[in-house]
């Protein structure tokens, strides 16, 4: 006849088998229940212990009680190792496979105004000018009085105007800085100012309310319309690279005398005619002339001795034409497939 203890060597075989051969948490916990559990077989016998003679009992209860211990410390140490193997297995499939082929990155790209106000920047930089940036929101004196637009000039109204709860304005153009440099810099010198400029008008496809342009100015002893012109011609040949046709006309503006304008054969429809340079074949693109001693002298300078020249350049229309945009409204409607393409 079998024994208790043979009985008991038995169990706890069994019960050590079923703990070594759990693999995962899971297996795991199902084998402490089978065993430990309120139904599980070690509760079990510990039950029928009240049925024993009393004789018996406490040998029994004993050995009841070893058993559970050793299967409860084994349960535990298998639990760690099964921990340790999971955590093992996890991190063998999450290891990065450097093989597979990366999530492409898109990159940001440049505004095409950007792109050209960079390029005209280097070109004039290279040539001896100075880079200046002059206020967006500006006084009537610089705007219009300094540059010799007094309050009823008529050449108030070609430029319509977003005023300012404080009296200033949201700057017509970029003439302005005419005056402010003259102030700002000691004679001689040559300068640009590229900005953005704001005008209360009716759009269409050559005209924004928020354009941008580049001033050119110098002020020297002596200066002439060949040099504005040459400075002017290097801006268009830098910027096209390539010889472009222009035509020089009169122009008039009040801050300068002689004033001309000078236009450029549409690039969008080669001449042909288009909206964008309303069917005439040219863009308006840079008024230039001397500075007016006015403004010379609003600028705090003798115009006995001092003389400049300045241009204008319509900043916006010359991206235009440099990309053949067809619409002005395009470069500032914020939408990313324009410029995805530069
Ligand atoms: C002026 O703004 C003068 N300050 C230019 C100047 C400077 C003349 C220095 C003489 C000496 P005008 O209003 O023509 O001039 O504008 C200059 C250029 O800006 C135009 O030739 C045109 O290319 C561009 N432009 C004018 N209005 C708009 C508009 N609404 N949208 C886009 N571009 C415009």
Excluded at 253 to 258: D, G, Y
Aim: net charge negative.
């Amino acid at each position: 006849m079998k024994g208790i203890g043979y009985e008991m060597d038995e169990l706890t075989r069994e019960a050590l088998a079923d703990v070594a051969a759990a693999g995962t948490a899971a297996d795991l916990k199902e084998v402490e229940v089978r065993w430990l559990g309120k139904k599980g077989r070690v509760t079990a016998l510990l039950k029928e212990l009240s049925a024993l003679p009393p004789e018996d009992r406490k040998a029994r209860g004993q050995q009841l009680n070893a058993l559970k211990r050793e299967v409860e410390a084994a349960v535990e140490a298998r639990g760690r190792e099964v921990e340790r193997l999971e955590a093992e297995a996890a991190a063998a499939r999450e290891r990065p496979d450097v093989t597979l082929p990366g999530t492409p990155v898109r990159a940001g790209r440049l505004h095409p105004l950007t792109i050209v106000t960079e390029e005209i920047v280097d070109l004039f930089e290279r040539m001896g000018f100075h880079v200046l940036d002059y206020p967006e929101a500006e006084s009537e004196f610089f705007n219009f009085d300094g540059l010799n637009i007094p309050g009823d000039h008529p050449a108030r109204d070609m430029q319509d105007t977003f005023y300012l709860a404080d009296g200033n304005l949201m700057r017509t153009h970029t003439s302005p800085g005419q005056v402010r440099s003259m102030r700002d810099l000691d004679p001689p010198y040559r300068a640009i100012f590229p900005g953005r400029v704001y005008r209360c008008e009716a759009t269409d496809a050559s005209h924004e309310h928020t354009f941008y342009q580049v001033e050119g100015i110098m002020i020297d002893r002596h200066v002439s319309v060949a040099h504005m012109l040459h400075s002017m011609m290097s801006l268009l040949e830098g910027v096209f690279r390539r010889k472009v046709e222009v035509r020089l006309r009169p122009g008039y503006f009040p801050f300068v005398e002689p004033g001309f304008e000078l236009d450029l054969r549409c690039t969008v429809c080669e001449g042909a005619g288009c909206p964008v340079c309303k069917r005439s074949g040219w863009v308006e693109l840079l008024p230039c002339g001397l500075v007016h001693p006015n403004v010379i002298r609003a600028g705090g300078l003798d115009p006995g001795e001092w003389e400049g020249w300045a241009f204008g350049l319509g900043l916006s229309r010359l991206v235009m034409m440099r990309y053949r945009i067809d619409d002005i409204r395009w470069l500032l409607s914020g939408d990313l497939r324009l410029v995805r393409q530069f």
